[in-house]
Nanobody, 123 residues
Framework: QEQLVESGGGSVQAGGSLRLSCAAS????????MAWFRQAPGKEREGVAT???????RYIDSVKGRFTISRDNTENTMYLQMHNLKPEDTAMYYC?????????????????WGQGTQVTVSS
């Protein structure tokens, strides 16, 4: 059974750091595009970062220089290291997977999702 499980969320003050993890099971993990999305209350889900099976990475502009996405294909795990967190980063963060090399920052292209982990940043 295919499954994505996020962990690592929490509450921090502005300027703090968190590291999110996404453990995948039931997938041929090294053939999947992996991504982090987030959704704040009352807002649409937005793509944060993607990493292809070959390690090609994309970020949205608002997190560049602060967030780092990575993946470990031997452990079937993806990470999102977040530094210098801001209140506007507060959201539910979701892990997503998409088979193949096309790896857009668009939620509609992903059909595999985790349950989410909450990140709250206070000012």
């Amino acid at each position: 059974q295919e499954q994505l499980v996020e962990s690592g969320g929490g509450s921090v003050q502005a300027g703090g750091s968190l590291r999110l993890s996404c453990a995948a099971s039931g997938y041929s993990y090294d053939k999947y595009c992996m991504a982090w999305f987030r959704q704040a209350p009352g807002k649409e889900r937005e793509g944060v970062a993607t990493v292809t099976s070959d390690g090609i990475i994309r970020y949205i502009d608002s997190v560049k220089g602060r967030f780092t996405i990575s993946r470990d294909n031997t452990e079937n795990t993806m990470y999102l290291q977040m530094h210098n967190l801001k209140p506007e980063d507060t959201a539910m963060y979701y892990c997503a997977a998409r088979w193949g090399g096309y790896c857009p920052l668009v939620s509609g292209h992903f059909i595999h999702w985790g349950q989410g982990t909450q990140v709250t940043v206070s000012s």
